[in-house]
């Protein structure tokens, strides 16, 4: 064997071998990305795929609910008028709902003369389906309803008839709004971050939930259901047939 | 061959395949891209599994297998099946026949209706002789919606389609341009202005100071900007087309309905909109809540609506509200609910989308897309559907 071929490094075949499976790979999985970027990007083109689809599979009807089974609490803060009172009236609202606020300047006036003469009573529902301020605002107006304050701590969140701005909702402007009205500001501060309101203020929005009161306000006047900032008239004649029927 | 060499060569090609796999682009498979006229009335379907809205109870349904969005225009509707090899598009009338059918690259998805300036109707489909995703080299063609006829094209376009209507930009966006629905031709626009949308042969602009909107070229109308505090770089159309109005994003989501033939402003901030051909209703979402605006004027409705809340549809005087899973339908006189289904029903709702004067229309029932037509059912001897 010739000398300088025993010093000769040996050919390493698998080098360039490994080399070209490396680039293969490598551009598998540059197709591979490019075809999911592409698939990805045929959706997204000229918005003409259609959305992900959502399987809608339950239609709000308030003839199938059963409304009937409404417990009055004789110890709901926010409810209004004697617990055996003839006619019962629901509201379902939200602090940041322009037409609740709408609906409490002009017919919510009208209602609390009925609860004065002991035919009605009002039970609040804060559903707070217009996200955190209104949940926190939720919780304030419970707070105030703790010291027999729920109305006049209302008309402050829906002054002339118009809901605040989510920023005016804060805890700080909630504060601010409990001590215009004279309440005990320990007691209030206390009340409204107590897990006791959470939870009470959770089960009024779930209770609204339920009844599919995704629009506000909702009411619920004996059982019967009626959904928007209607007219006082239309409460007004709904009241005065059931008080009719009564006697 | 020495050891340097096979390296080098190695690394070359290497090299060569992992260029040839950034660069390289499928071409689409053959297609019978040309529409055929097919003329075959689709059968009925068995819908009893699905919960169906009153106003099409009494009709047959027919399900076309489409996947994409559907738009329609007087009696037609059309969309696409979308296969891994290619899109199927079909135009299907009211009464559930189709009439044409054309294939088109997968990524082909951008489509459009317009009219010509004689008012008849036509189908505008993209397309890529070389590019199964139809980003580069793209073409559109006009055809006769109802017979499928060729009435232009392909024209070569920028880009794929942006819309509204027959609008194609380039993928940075920078270049936008709308086809002339007559000639297929780009419709001049001036050097300072951007184009925001074409809307059935209305082209809309936007300049610095001025929205305005041009038919067959001349100008029908204008809105100065600083009229409505609009910012010209903010404004941008709506992708949804709703018969006869125009609806621009002004600023978050929301922006101003406007008449597309007049240019009146019917509102100025609305986030969705929906049009019920069958009782000419307009109903708008704005953040006070729903307006219905028609012939006897704007009526705002006594609701507040959640942002989760979503306005799907407006047909035959009722409004279709969905959160989630669950359906509320409106009455759009009052705002009162309203009893839009059958009493206990149960199965996956079918949810009203693309619907007629004639309360003809398209449904959603989860993945699958349902055609109402104009056949009615026959009942069988227990009354069943």
Known sequence: ?247 | MGRRRILTLAAGLSTTLALLGCTTTEEPPDLEREPKQASAELDAIDASDLQLPLIVEPLELVEPGWDLDVKHLGDVFLSARSGDERLDFSAVDSNGTTLWQAQRPTGCTGFTMTLDSEGQPLAVLTDSASDETCTTEVTASAYDLESGEQRWGPTEVPGPMQGPGAVFSSDDGDEAVALDPDTGETAEESSTSRVLGEFQGTILSVDEDTLSASDEGKTTWKIPLSDHDWNADGLTAFPDQTEGLIHLDAKDGSGPVIDAESGDILDDSASEIARDANSEMIITRDPQGLTVIDAAGTNELPVSLPKSVVLEAAVGGLIYLREGETLRVHNAATGSIARGYPAEGSGVVAVPDAFTSKGLGTLRAGDRTLLATDRVVEESAEGQR
């Open chain 1, 1 to 247: 064997m010739p000398r300088h071929e025993a010093v000769r490094p040996q050919y390493r075949w698998w080098i360039p071998l490994t080399v070209v499976a490396a680039a293969l790979a490598l551009v598998l999985m540059i197709l591979f990305v490019d075809r999911g970027q592409n698939d990805d990007s045929a959706r997204n083109t000229d918005g003409g795929q259609q959305e992900p689809d959502v399987v809608v599979t339950e239609v709000e009807d308030p003839e199938q609910k059963d409304l009937s089974d409404f417990d009055s609490d004789d110890e709901d803060p926010l409810a209004d008028g004697p617990v055996d009172a003839p006619v019962t009236l629901v509201v379902f609202s939200d602090y940041q709902c322009p037409y609740c606020a709408a609906w409490s300047q002009d017919t919510l006036p009208t209602m609390l003369d009925y609860v004065d003469s002991g035919d009605l009573r009002i039970e609040w529902r804060e559903v707070n389906v217009f996200g955190r301020a209104s949940e926190q605002a939720a919780k304030a107006a419970y707070a105030a309803a703790l010291q027999d304050k729920h109305w006049e701590f209302h008309e402050k969140l829906f002054a002339g008839g118009k809901p605040r701005a989510p920023e005016d909702l804060s805890p700080e402007a909630l504060t601010s709004a409990a001590a215009d009205i004279g309440l005990d500001m320990d007691q209030f501060e206390a009340d409204m971050n107590s897990p006791k309101t959470a939870e009470a203020v959770d089960e009024n929005a779930a209770m609204g939930t339920e009844l599919g009161a995704f629009s506000t306000p909702t009411f619920i006047l004996d059982g019967q259901p009626y959904v928007g900032a209607q007219p006082t008239s239309v409460f007004v004649d709904a009241i005065e047939q059931n008080l009719e029927g009564q006697n």
